[in-house]
């Protein structure tokens, strides 16, 4: 039997990164190591990498597409060839284009896994549709583009130079591995003596290693920062010099934080009002400070609020683009984005999206599920007929889940692309069977802000007639667009991302990472991106672009005598969203829907711990078993997300509504920015189930 060793990054069970090293023989992968010669310094490895494995050989997996032939949701199937399969999606797509124009079809994406995203991209430019839906309301597009209104850049903390402090707001990257933003390099980090200051709601365990924990109420984090700011700006605590040379506004900011004492808005934030002092004067007092700002503060309506309040904070303190503080990371020698995605395709993009009529901020490249769902549903502004979907599922991941069946049960065709029949894919007309990491070769990172790519080379071949994503997007690419524009050989999509580097695919994974020149403070040279040239405190084009010049707080979700707890969610530290609950190893640690809760707070509505609960918003309710936590603030709940029961099998439905956070979820009322709907910060109650 012959044994070898693979060089390799962990992916799809977060956002990735780590370097490991996969023990393959004749019958597969037999083990995952950390690896001690990695990017990230110390090896490291958790628990989920070993689901990594499972995961593979799962004797549910797909393994070849089916069509349906009951009604859908009925779980009837017949196996398909993959001539057969992909010649049906050709056709229904054409025969949609045709009927109804390119823009009735829909290429949707979840979560980023690799290079697949950007293929789809490039396919839907080049079928001519400017619809590509992503969860980028609630998932990066709010820090990304309301950063480049402000600055011109995404800033991302530096964790690769010393900071004296880094405030990490609404992030947990232990858990996640945000982006890039390894939680590895945190800990070193901390362990070098920078001072963490925490914002959450639940006290974490990084929140316990912290100078500084702010217990935040959900979804009021652009309040708690505008008060920081007004701390900064009346003790005068910020960076003069930078300010005056480098910020355009500063004077109407200063005046228009007057407003957010810490005091005033202390009651309404649920942080002493010397606690907020505190936390401002320890950061702006701190020379570098990185703010670590998460995902939390994204899914509220009032996400772009938070975002330009935060960078305000970066900016008057001295911080963006320094080493150690919020950095532009510059991209290794790639293909760019747009050239690959072939975006020059639809010149008149912008326009042409769903979103456009519903006047969201501009540079925001992805539909919203918001306006997708009214699309298919109200045929607002136009209709939508067919979708293909990757990698996601939306049951169970996008806010108002009965809104999400309605419009995939409205759908005249579905086709999904999975590795496990999910609850969405048990509603599609064709299901195919997809490869995944370890199974082909793939490039993480890219296009993702935080100036580094990584090699992901195949391990094992993938199990019966699974398909890497990007092989089939090649294909169907073949069958709908120009093919001059596809490959014979799908890998050549990894060259074409490579390109530019004067490596192929082989000698990257030589190099295991390729990482973009380190250059701070590029601002001297040309000044900031914006029309001002420095960084946009008061936004210079707000009228023009119908956007708030500064930011503001709106109330989105308030406490009420019938809802009087604030219901919030975090990601579960050992799945993926709605991902691997039926990876044995994972569901060990993590085996049911578990709610965190105050002890006080159960106790006053008679829930013991590990007792079922019903939680219920004015939208619905959902069951989930209580968790005492003394960390979690008593006016809270902290859910899981993203649970439905694949040990009830797909005749069931797998129960999928039952604990599904997203059941309960509303989307009535997105965020005018990104049509971004509540996410934290919901009023609820709770009760026990009898
Ligand atoms: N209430 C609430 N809702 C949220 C969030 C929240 O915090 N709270 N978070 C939001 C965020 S940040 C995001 S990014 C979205 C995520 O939303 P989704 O991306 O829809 O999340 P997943 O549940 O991980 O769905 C991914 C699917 O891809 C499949 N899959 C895994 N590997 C592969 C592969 O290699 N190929 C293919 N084709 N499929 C594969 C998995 O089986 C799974 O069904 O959810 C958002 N929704
Ligand atoms: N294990 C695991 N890792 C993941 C994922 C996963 O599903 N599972 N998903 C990946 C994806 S797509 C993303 S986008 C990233 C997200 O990664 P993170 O940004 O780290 O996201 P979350 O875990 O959603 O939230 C971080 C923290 O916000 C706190 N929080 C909740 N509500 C609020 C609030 O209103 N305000 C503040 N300030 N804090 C709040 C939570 O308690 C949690 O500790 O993770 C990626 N990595
Ligand atoms: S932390 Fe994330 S990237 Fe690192 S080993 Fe665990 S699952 Fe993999
Ligand atoms: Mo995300």
């Not at 896994?113 to 080049?126: D, P």
């Not at 009346?234 to 040379?245: C, K, M, N």
Request: proline letters at 8%.
């Amino acid at each position: 039997m012959t044994l070898r060793l693979l060089k390799t990054h962990c992916g799809r069970m977060d956002h990735g990164g780590c370097p490991i090293m996969l023990e393959i023989d004749d019958s597969g992968i037999r083990r995952v190591h950390p690896d001690p010669g990695g990017w990230t310094g110390k090896p490291y490895l958790c628990a989920k990498a070993f689901g990594a494995v499972e995961k593979l050989n799962h004797p549910a997996r797909l393994t070849y597409p089916i069509i349906r032939t009951g009604k859908r949701g009925e779980n009837r199937w017949r196996r398909a060839s993959w001539d057969e399969a992909l010649g049906l999606i050709a056709e229904n797509l054409d025969r949609v284009r045709e009927k109804h124009g390119a823009r009735a079809v829909a290429f949707c994406q979840g979560m980023p896994k690799g290079l697949e995203h950007f293929v789809l991209i490039r396919l839907a430019n080049l079928f001519g549709s400017p619809n590509v839906v992503a969860v980028q309301d609630v998932c990066h597009a709010p820090r990304e583009v309301t950063g480049l209104h402000t600055c011109g850049f995404y800033p991302v903390a530096d964790f690769r130079h010393h900071s004296e402090v880094i405030l990490l707001w609404g992030s947990n990257p232990v858990a996640t591995n945000e982006e890039g933003l390894m939680g590895t390099l945190l800990l070193d980090r901390l362990a070098a003596g920078t001072k963490l200051i925490v914002v959450d709601p639940m006290k974490t365990r990084l929140a316990k290693r912290a100078e500084l924990y702010l217990p935040v109420k959900p979804g009021r984090d652009a309040l708690l920062a505008l008060a920081m700011l007004n701390v900064i700006v009346s003790e005068r605590l910020y960076d003069e010099e930078f300010v005056s040379r480098w910020t355009h506004g500063f004077e109407e900011l200063a005046t228009h934080v007057e407003k957010f004492s810490p005091h005033s808005v202390a009651p309404l934030v649920g942080v002493d009002s010397d606690l907020i002092e505190n936390a401002a004067r320890l950061y702006a007092s701190a020379k570098p400070a990185a703010v670590a700002w998460g995902n939390a503060i994204e899914q509220t309506p009032n996400n772009f609020n938070a975002c330009r309040a935060l960078i305000c904070l970066m900016a008057i303190c001295g911080n963006l683009d320094v080493p150690g503080g919020n950095v532009e990371a510059l991209d290794p020698p790639v293909a760019r984005l747009g050239d690959f995605v072939k975006a020059k395709k639809i010149p008149d993009k912008p326009r042409q999206m769903v979103h456009a009529h519903f006047g969201t901020i501009p540079r925001l490249m992805t539909v919203p599920p918001a306006f997708f769902r009214k699309a298919v549903c109200e045929e607002i502004p136009y209709p939508i007929k067919a979708a293909y979907m990757q990698c996601t599922n939306p049951l169970l991941t996008w806010a108002d889940g009965p809104r999400t069946l309605e419009a995939i049960m409205k759908l005249d065709f579905l086709a999904v692309s999975d590795i496990y029949l999910t609850p969405t894919a048990l509603y599609a007309d064709v299901v195919l069977p997809a490869a995944t990491q370890f199974e082909f070769n793939d490039i993480g990172h890219y296009g993702l802000g935080h100036g580094f790519i990584l090699a992901r080379p195949r391990a094992v071949d993938p199990p019966g007639e699974c398909w890497p994503d990007i092989k089939i997007l090649n294909e169907l690419g073949r069958r709908l667009t120009p093919s001059e524009y596809w490959y014979d050989d799908h890998e050549a999509l990894l060259d074409e991302v490579l390109k530019p580097s004067g490596l192929d695919y082989n000698e990257f994974v030589q190099k295991g990472i390729l990482r973009g020149e380190e250059k701070f403070r590029k601002y001297l040279d040309k000044g900031f991106r914006t029309p001002t040239g420095k960084v946009e405190l008061l936004l210079s084009r707000a009228d023009e672009l119908g956007l708030p010049a500064l930011p503001v707080y709106d109330d989105v979700g308030t406490e009420t005598e019938a809802f009087p707890l604030l219901l919030t969610c975090r990601k579960d530290p050992f799945y993926l969203h709605s991902s691997y609950r039926w990876v044995e190893v994972l569901r060990k640690h993590s085996p049911e829907p578990f709610a965190f809760i105050n002890p006080e707070t159960a106790k006053k509505y008679g829930i013991s711990s590990g007792d079922p609960m019903y939680i219920e918003t004015a939208k619905g309710s959902v069951v989930q078993k209580a968790r005492y936590h003394s960390g979690v603030r008593e006016d809270v709940v902290v859910a899981a997300y993203g649970w439905w029961f694949p040990e009830d099998g797909p005749e069931k439905g797998y129960r999928w509504t039952e604990a599904n956070l997203n059941w309960i979820t509303d989307c009535s009322r997105p965020g005018k920015e990104f049509g971004t709907p509540l996410l934290r910060g919901i009023p609820c109650r709770i009760r026990p189930v009898d």
